[in-house]
């Protein structure tokens, strides 16, 4: 179903959320000089939006008057991406408002923790209604199909919160009406003669209304800027945090593309990194905003300004196994279709001629998962020496393998080592004779 969340007045629920201690208190919030945004408390008061300063100070002496909040778009933003962890069927229609795809229990748990007026009904219209006609943490549920019996009792005055002035509502009280439902026998030609605001109520009160709500969309990008008050070099430390903060700023999303500007020495450097798979962990981000700093040029320059933008954002898929037991997909494509998969078997390898070298076999089911582990025991101790333009004696053996197995048709298998050498070198090698590489 349909759920419309008030978050309104938007600001002042910001205020209220970040400091508690002004809850129920009359809140004023001003710019330029006027007051843009009230409380309930301070609309009893008598004080009005589009007030001087002066004059609502003047009008309810317990007023608390406070600036709007420079944060509020940004905040705006990150309380929708809040509501996106919920469902992704969320659709903002001003700052404070939004629609979300929501069951009645998942709505009331919503109104409860937010505290905020939360409407749930089967059509977009008629959850706004309820949202305005319910109180704060509190869910108006309408049932599909009482709709019409909702609106015939809806005081009149809630029709305010989806666009009827203050105009309009008095001249429509001088003529004795109190509910919805009287207004929903005129018909919509009535409507807009008598009322300026009568185009904009028409959808609510006769329709078309609208079942469904449109999915969130997603930032295109995130961006994280550092203004340096000292200059600091282009290194690793610096990379650690914007890649930090731009982790924090995906939010569980991946991006496929980096790009870094710096500003340092005079100069303006831009570099940019696609990344071959999706960038989901920060050691990922890392990794590509090193990729696109080298690029730039302005890796290790001393730096008085940088910003990194992760960009190409989307929430990565995962997909199941498809079967139970690795193998049977592929049992049943070749029992379906005999021959659609090949492989190669090496005949000659120095074969002159390619076709006298390999040919080709049809897989079998048991070829699908070659084993790797190597075929005899690997040979024991390491190497004494190795060939670096001179010899270099063996150090440490760090790790050894052999190229053995199913896949490997030649004798003997190879065996590689990964050797510490004089000299602190490291040196993965293939095994050609007893003590020699």
Same mark, same amino acid.
């Given at each position: 179903?349909?759920?419309?969340?008030?978050?309104?007045?938007?600001?002042?629920?910001?205020?209220?959320?970040?400091?508690?201690?002004?809850?129920?208190?009359?809140?004023?919030?001003?710019?330029?000089?006027?007051?843009? !945004?009230?409380?309930?408390?301070?609309?009893?008061?008598?004080?009005?939006?589009?007030?001087?300063?002066?004059?609502?100070?003047?009008?309810?002496?317990?007023? %608390?008057?406070?600036?709007?909040?420079?944060?509020?778009?940004?905040?705006?933003?990150?309380?929708?991406?809040?509501?996106?962890?919920?469902?992704?069927?969320?659709?903002?229609?001003?700052?404070?408002?939004?629609?979300?795809?929501?069951?009645?229990?998942? !709505?009331?748990?919503?109104?409860?923790?937010?505290?905020?007026? @939360?409407?749930?009904?089967?059509?977009?219209?008629?959850?706004?209604?309820?949202? $305005?006609?319910?109180?704060?943490?509190?869910?108006?549920?309408?049932?599909?199909?009482?709709? =019409?019996?909702?609106?015939?009792?809806?005081?009149?005055?809630?029709?305010?919160?989806?666009?009827?002035?203050?105009?309009?509502?008095?001249?429509?009280?001088?003529?004795?009406?109190?509910?919805?439902?009287?207004?929903?026998?005129?018909?919509?030609?009535?409507?807009?003669?008598?009322?300026?605001?009568?185009?904009?109520?028409?959808?609510?009160? %006769?329709?078309? $209304?609208?079942?469904?709500?449109?999915?969130?969309?997603?930032?295109? $990008?995130?961006?994280?800027?550092?203004?340096?008050?000292?200059?600091?070099?282009?290194?690793?430390?610096?990379? &650690?945090?914007?890649?930090?903060?731009? %982790?924090?700023?995906?939010?569980?999303?991946?991006?496929?593309?980096?790009?870094?500007?710096?500003?340092?020495?005079?100069?303006?450097?831009?570099?940019?990194?696609? &990344?071959?798979?999706?960038?989901?962990?920060?050691?990922?981000? +890392?990794?590509?905003?090193?990729?696109?700093?080298?690029?730039?040029?302005?890796?290790?320059?001393?730096?008085?300004?940088?910003?990194?933008?992760?960009?190409?954002?989307?929430?990565?898929?995962?997909?199941?196994?498809?079967?139970?037991?690795?193998?049977?997909?592929?049992?049943?494509?070749?029992?379906?279709?005999?021959?659609?998969?090949?492989?190669?078997?090496?005949?000659?390898?120095?074969?002159?001629?390619?076709?006298?070298?390999?040919?080709? =076999?049809?897989?079998?089911?048991?070829?699908?998962?070659?084993?790797?582990?190597?075929?005899?025991?690997?040979?024991?101790?390491?190497?004494?020496?190795?060939?670096?333009?001179?010899?270099?004696?063996?150090?440490?053996?760090?790790?050894?393998?052999? &190229?053995?197995?199913?896949?490997?048709?030649?004798?003997?298998? +190879?065996?590689?080592?990964?050797?510490? @050498?004089?000299?602190?070198?490291?040196?993965?090698?293939?095994?050609?004779?007893?003590?020699?590489?």
């Amino acid at each position: 179903m349909v759920a419309a969340a008030l978050f309104r007045p938007w600001a002042v629920w910001l205020l209220g959320r970040e400091r508690p201690e002004l809850k129920n208190l009359p809140l004023a919030l001003h710019r330029g000089g006027r007051v843009v !945004a009230l409380s309930p408390q301070a609309q009893r008061l008598g004080v009005r939006e589009g007030m001087g300063v002066e004059v609502a100070r003047i009008r309810a002496a317990g007023l %608390h008057l406070l600036p709007y909040p420079a944060h509020a778009a940004p905040a705006w933003r990150a309380l929708l991406q809040e509501l996106y962890r919920l469902t992704p069927w969320v659709e903002p229609l001003a700052e404070g408002a939004v629609l979300l795809r929501l069951t009645p229990a998942e !709505a009331r748990l919503l109104a409860e923790g937010y505290g905020v007026r @939360v409407g749930v009904a089967a059509w977009r219209e008629v959850a706004l209604l309820a949202a $305005w006609s319910a109180r704060e943490g509190e869910a108006r549920v309408v049932a599909e199909g009482a709709e =019409r019996a909702f609106l015939d009792r809806l005081p009149l005055y809630l029709l305010r919160g989806v666009g009827l002035g203050l105009e309009g509502l008095g001249k429509l009280r001088l003529l004795g009406l109190k509910r919805v439902g009287e207004l929903l026998a005129w018909s919509p030609a009535q409507l807009r003669a008598y009322l300026p605001e009568g185009e904009r109520l028409l959808p609510y009160l %006769h329709g078309p $209304w609208r079942p469904g709500v449109a999915r969130f969309p997603e930032g295109r $990008w995130v961006e994280a800027r550092l203004p340096l008050d000292l200059e600091v070099d282009g290194g690793p430390g610096l990379l &650690a945090h914007l890649a930090q903060r731009l %982790h924090r700023g995906l939010a569980g999303q991946a991006a496929t593309w980096v790009a870094v500007e710096a500003v340092g020495a005079g100069l303006r450097f831009r570099g940019e990194h696609l &990344a071959k798979a999706p960038l989901r962990g920060e050691k990922e981000v +890392r990794l590509a905003l090193e990729l696109a700093f080298r690029r730039s040029g302005a890796w290790g320059m001393p730096l008085e300004e940088v910003r990194a933008v992760a960009s190409g954002l989307h929430r990565p898929a995962h997909q199941e196994g498809l079967f139970r037991r690795p193998g049977t997909g592929l049992a049943t494509l070749l029992a379906r279709y005999p021959g659609a998969l090949l492989r190669v078997e090496v005949l000659d390898p120095e074969a002159l001629a390619p076709e006298w070298g390999f040919r080709y =076999r049809s897989l079998e089911v048991e070829d699908a998962a070659l084993p790797g582990a190597p075929k005899g025991p690997l040979p024991r101790g390491k190497p004494r020496w190795v060939v670096l333009g001179r010899k270099r004696r063996v150090v440490r053996l760090l790790d050894r393998w052999r &190229a053995g197995g199913r896949w490997w048709r030649l004798e003997p298998g +190879r065996d590689y080592f990964l050797l510490e @050498v004089e000299g602190g070198l490291s040196w993965r090698s293939t095994g050609r004779g007893k003590d020699g590489c």
